[in-house]
């Protein structure tokens, strides 16, 4: 791997550290102040927000600039929604400037990929910055917890005693808010010395709303081809059923384990063990061109997600989460590489990472506001849990007969498409 690649690692790991701990500290923040638990539920779709409203706008931002750039600015924003969070603003709205941030970010990280990498290396690639990002995950979670916790959250609000109190530091969670900003300022200056890749720069048009029939464009462009709608409905699954287990996780370890948010944060560390694992296996075993062979693995991890509601206890638990986190893991990474591999071929890599944000996001964003309106109404964490492994068993399921149906319709279109893969993907683990 060339050298700027593992700075582009170090500064997702702190960036995407910071955002999971952030979580933890926001569901804190919403508990202390006793404000409706369905708003706890609502910090999920609330980060997704902006991911779906500005997917026109942000992919063809990354191209347009060098995206090192891009992810320096982006990490900035983040700090604003920190500190608009420690200076008394709504935990909700605060957490979506922090998703504006990441909305912006994510185009550009994973589109610097192809521009600095060969095709060949990835999905080697693909498995280290998945891994990494897990592990950040893992990280993440536990640090917020142990952030408003009674030791570190105390002995950071007696540090911060001199001078936290000017800046709105009174409690554990606003010492745990006001460390966040110094990790995202961390990822900031480490984003200072990404290298330029030497990718031609795509100019903005002057009014951005000219973008709109472009996105359109390209992403039925991208749901028409038969590869790329195949990898972008699983990825789309995917990450739509994981960005709201993140929480469900933590709701279904209060009730059944009685679990402070401290000790809840574990068991998302948990699964992300085993998805870190997966994809790390997967980075090294899979090719492109084999990349649909894991779909039964997505209903696999359904099944394991639906067998939760008959568990309480965590040393029968732990072994679940991380099978469930090791299947996600290895299903992902291939189907995420295929899809940047069809995305940059036709479209570009910010315009095609953009388009699988906005359908990534925006399934977290409908699983969540279905999540968020169902905990409204009464629906138990168990029922949420069962609910979500069904539907991941069930779309997988149908995305698996989508594929064979394309193998039996349009085996030429399909081979040639596999073809482009296979040349590209010289690279043998």
């Not at 916790?149 to 911060?160: N, Q, R, T």
């Not at 071929?345 to 968020?372: D, K, P």
Request: aromatic share 10%; charged share 10%; glycine share 10%.
């Amino acid at each position: 791997m060339k050298a700027g690649f593992y700075t582009i690692m170090s500064a997702q790991f702190f960036s995407s550290l910071a955002d999971n701990a952030l979580f933890v500290v926001a569901v804190e923040l919403l508990r202390t102040q006793q404000l409706p638990v369905w708003q706890q539920a609502a910090l999920v779709p609330m980060f997704a927000l902006f991911y779906v409203v500005l997917a026109p706008f942000v992919g063809a931002f990354a191209d347009s600039r060098p995206k090192g750039q891009v992810m320096l600015v982006s990490n900035c924003i983040k700090v604003v929604g920190c500190l608009l969070m420690l200076l008394g603003s709504h935990p909700l709205l605060a957490y979506a400037v922090v998703g504006l941030g990441a909305a912006a970010y994510s185009p550009a990280k994973y589109g610097i990929l192809t521009e600095l990498l060969p095709p060949s290396q990835l999905v080697k690639a693909n498995g280290w910055i998945e891994g990494l990002t897990i592990a950040s995950i893992i990280l993440g979670v536990l640090l917020g917890g142990q952030l408003v916790g009674p030791v570190i959250g105390e002995a950071l609000l007696a540090l911060s005693a001199p001078w936290g109190a000017a800046l709105g530091v009174h409690t554990r969670v606003d010492a745990a808010i006001a460390s966040l900003v110094l990790v995202y300022a961390l990822a900031a200056w480490i984003n200072a010395y990404i290298p330029r890749t030497g990718a031609t720069p795509r100019p903005m048009p002057r009014n951005w709303l000219e973008l709109l029939p472009d996105f359109v464009q390209c992403n039925n462009r991208l749901w028409r081809d038969k590869l790329g709608q195949i990898s972008l409905a699983t990825t789309t699954l995917f990450w739509g059923v994981s960005g709201n287990l993140r929480y469900i996780v933590l709701a279904w370890a209060a009730v059944a384990l009685q679990y402070d948010t401290t000790q809840a944060s574990s068991l998302v560390g948990v699964v992300a063990i085993g998805t870190a694992a997966g994809a790390v296996v997967a980075s090294w075993h899979m090719r492109l061109d084999r990349a649909t062979r894991v779909m039964p693995m997505g209903m696999a991890m359904g099944l394991l997600v639906i067998l939760m509601v008959w568990i309480d206890n965590v040393w029968v638990a732990a072994p679940f989460l991380v099978a469930m986190g090791a299947l996600g893991g290895y299903l992902v990474v291939p189907m995420n590489a295929l899809l940047q591999h069809r995305g940059h071929n036709l479209m570009g890599a910010g315009r095609s990472i953009a388009v699988q944000n906005f359908n990534e996001q925006a399934c977290i964003l409908g699983l969540g506001f279905i999540y968020t309106a169902s905990t409204g109404v009464g629906l138990s964490a168990y029922g949420a849990i069962a609910g979500f492994g069904l539907l991941v068993a069930g779309l997988m399921w149908l995305i698996q007969g989508w594929h064979r149906r394309n193998q039996q319709r349009h085996p030429q279109e399909l081979e040639r498409l596999l073809e482009i893969a296979r040349r590209d993907d010289t690279h043998r683990p």
